[in-house]
């Protein structure tokens, strides 16, 4: 698959890492030489310095050949238009990433009179990410696969006793559960059994969503809050309008301040049954006359990570029960476990995330990074033509860098382990370091000659038929 990345910013560079992992042809094309020399240093990709709106540049590089455009530009205009050239040049496929609220009531006539085929929104993916998380009763931070049948669990045991020096194979209570990853310092770790937990990791536990709840309330990390009814959130960027807006239509009390007069009074006139502050959201004595102690939630979405950070602390500091950060910058990653948040959302690895479904599209229905970006988790449909299917897992020789964590067959839900078998039409969800990327991706081929599982198991018949003879 050969891509071309116009725009070398966060997202450009974090979809360009990941791409290579899997052996993609990538380019990536941005008018500063600086920041493209900053990226070379560290990954091995073609770099072309042009402007992605340069019919003579798009043509010099044969867009004709690429199979998919990815326009992520800081302007939603320029991202527009570089799609619609390319497309119109012979690119087979554009995603053109747009943030402005007001271009997203005419979605539909963009695509289709622009000539691109998919359109992403950070804010908005962002904002849904958040209202997903404030509107569950639990404290804990999840994702649901398989239609909310399988969930994926993800705290940290601080110096539980329960989990410190414990091997896996140790534990209790983990007999319909897996951990299946583990973050430690900010780096991501497929474990096996004999792995031993250390303070301060975040452990990430699959299971089937009942068992999930049952285990959280066992060791008391899931302790039921209230309803969320009350939620204060700082900043008043695209994220923080897209999030009050969706909480306004739950009948949710919401807040907003915004320190930028301007600003504040444009979503004061747009945003019906919210009320907008103007002022500054880091100064105490403002937070205690809105009554942050009496909030159930707090959202820092303001463009700057250190205030996100900060006042989401300061407000789990001051008795809210939820408090949630938008961060941007990876090197935060590392200290995100040891802060006192709840959650931390990266806009970034959430837009990857709906890119990289859609490069792979077929039978893959999600795919989330995890924070850091250091591992990801796929859910997908296992086709009937697979090389590994109808073999138990222990015979597979999977890569240590891949669990399956989870399978749904006729909408059950089977935690594997080694004598389960993979079916055709099976959902699986999978764990994959960032490194064994590669490997993933032959893993699912679906011809057998292709997949790195029908390598494994021609070798293995091979064994066999040798050793009977």
Same mark, same amino acid.
């Given at each position: 698959?050969?891509?071309?990345?116009?725009?070398?910013?966060?997202?450009?560079?974090?979809?360009?890492?990941?791409?290579?992992?899997?052996?993609?042809?990538?380019?990536?094309?941005?008018?500063?030489?600086?920041?493209?020399?900053?990226?070379?240093?560290?990954?091995?990709?073609?770099?072309?310095?042009?402007?992605?709106?340069?019919?003579?540049?798009?043509?010099?590089?044969?867009?004709?050949?690429?199979?998919?455009?990815?326009?992520?530009?800081?302007?939603?205009?320029?991202?527009?238009?570089?799609?619609?050239?390319?497309?119109?040049?012979?690119?087979?496929?554009?995603?053109?990433?747009?943030?402005?609220?007001?271009?997203?009531?005419?979605?539909?006539?963009?695509?289709?009179?622009?000539?691109?085929?998919?359109?992403?929104?950070?804010?908005?993916?962002?904002?849904?990410?958040?209202?997903?998380?404030?509107?569950?009763?639990?404290?804990?931070?999840?994702?649901?696969?398989?239609?909310?049948?399988?969930?994926?669990?993800?705290?940290?045991?601080?110096?539980?006793?329960?989990?410190?020096?414990?091997?896996?194979?140790?534990?209790?209570?983990?007999?319909? +559960?897996?951990?299946?990853?583990?973050?430690?310092?900010?780096?991501?770790?497929?474990?096996?059994?004999?792995?031993?937990?250390?303070?301060?990791?975040?452990?990430?536990?699959?299971?089937?969503?009942?068992?999930?709840?049952?285990?959280?309330?066992?060791?008391?990390?899931?302790?039921?809050?209230?309803?969320?009814?009350?939620?204060?959130?700082?900043?008043?960027?695209?994220?923080?309008?897209?999030?009050?807006?969706?909480?306004?239509?739950?009948?949710?009390?919401?807040?907003?301040?915004?320190?930028?007069?301007?600003?504040?009074?444009?979503?004061?006139?747009?945003?019906?049954?919210? +009320?907008?502050?103007?002022?500054?959201?880091?100064?105490?004595?403002?937070?205690?006359?809105?009554?942050?102690?009496?909030?159930?939630?707090?959202?820092?979405?303001?463009?700057?990570?250190?205030?996100?950070?900060?006042?989401?602390?300061?407000?789990?500091?001051?008795?809210?029960?939820?408090?949630?950060?938008?961060?941007?910058?990876?090197?935060?990653?590392?200290?995100?476990?040891?802060?006192?948040?709840?959650?931390?959302?990266?806009?970034?690895?959430?837009?990857?995330?709906?890119?990289?479904?859609?490069?792979?599209?077929?039978?893959?229905?999600?795919?989330?990074? +995890?924070?850091?970006?250091?591992?990801?988790?796929?859910?997908?449909?296992?086709?009937?033509?697979?090389?590994?299917?109808?073999?138990?897992?222990?015979?597979?020789?999977?890569?240590?860098?891949?669990?399956?964590?989870?399978?749904?067959?006729?909408?059950?839900?089977?935690?594997?382990?080694?004598?389960?078998?993979?079916?055709?039409?099976?959902?699986?969800?999978?764990?994959?370091?960032?490194?064994?990327?590669?490997?993933?991706?032959?893993?699912?081929?679906?011809?057998?000659?292709?997949?790195?599982?029908?390598?494994?198991?021609?070798?293995?018949?091979?064994?066999?038929?040798?050793?009977?003879?």
């Amino acid at each position: 698959m050969k891509v071309l990345i116009v725009g070398a910013g966060k997202l450009g560079y974090k979809l360009a890492e990941h791409m290579i992992w899997e052996d993609i042809d990538v380019t990536l094309m941005d008018t500063n030489p600086k920041i493209l020399e900053r990226i070379n240093e560290h990954i091995d990709v073609l770099t072309i310095v042009a402007n992605g709106i340069d019919i003579k540049a798009l043509k010099e590089i044969d867009i004709e050949d690429y199979d998919l455009l990815v326009a992520s530009t800081n302007r939603d205009e320029t991202n527009t238009v570089i799609c619609s050239l390319a497309k119109k040049l012979g690119c087979k496929q554009t995603i053109a990433r747009i943030r402005n609220p007001e271009y997203m009531e005419q979605l539909d006539f963009i695509k289709e009179e622009m000539g691109i085929d998919h359109i992403i929104n950070p804010d908005l993916a962002t904002a849904q990410a958040i209202e997903k998380y404030l509107l569950k009763s639990y404290s804990f931070h999840s994702d649901e696969f398989a239609s909310g049948k399988v969930q994926m669990l993800d705290f940290n045991i601080g110096h539980h006793i329960e989990f410190v020096e414990k091997r896996l194979m140790d534990l209790q209570g983990l007999d319909s +559960l897996l951990i299946s990853a583990i973050s430690r310092d900010g780096n991501i770790i497929i474990p096996n059994g004999s792995t031993r937990l250390k303070e301060n990791d975040t452990i990430h536990i699959i299971g089937k969503s009942e068992d999930i709840n049952r285990f959280s309330i066992d060791y008391n990390f899931g302790r039921k809050n209230k309803e969320v009814e009350k939620v204060m959130i700082l900043g008043g960027s695209n994220i923080g309008y897209y999030l009050a807006k969706k909480l306004s239509k739950s009948k949710i009390l919401v807040k907003l301040i915004e320190k930028d007069r301007e600003r504040a009074q444009e979503l004061s006139d747009i945003l019906d049954d919210i +009320l907008v502050i103007h002022g500054d959201g880091t100064d105490i004595n403002l937070l205690e006359e809105e009554m942050l102690n009496h909030m159930d939630a707090f959202v820092g979405a303001t463009g700057f990570d250190e205030q996100n950070l900060l006042m989401a602390l300061m407000a789990k500091q001051s008795g809210v029960s939820k408090s949630i950060a938008k961060i941007s910058r990876q090197n935060y990653t590392k200290i995100i476990d040891r802060l006192g948040v709840d959650a931390a959302l990266n806009p970034i690895y959430i837009t990857a995330s709906s890119i990289l479904k859609i490069i792979r599209g077929g039978k893959v229905v999600s795919v989330s990074l +995890l924070l850091g970006g250091d591992g990801e988790v796929t859910e997908i449909i296992v086709g009937e033509d697979s090389p590994f299917i109808e073999k138990p897992l222990a015979e597979l020789s999977l890569p240590k860098g891949i669990i399956i964590g989870a399978i749904v067959r006729d909408g059950n839900v089977i935690i594997p382990k080694g004598d389960s078998i993979i079916m055709g039409n099976d959902r699986i969800v999978v764990f994959c370091a960032t490194e064994d990327l590669p490997t993933l991706k032959k893993f699912f081929s679906s011809k057998v000659e292709g997949g790195i599982l029908g390598e494994l198991w021609n070798r293995t018949k091979s064994i066999g038929k040798t050793l009977n003879n």
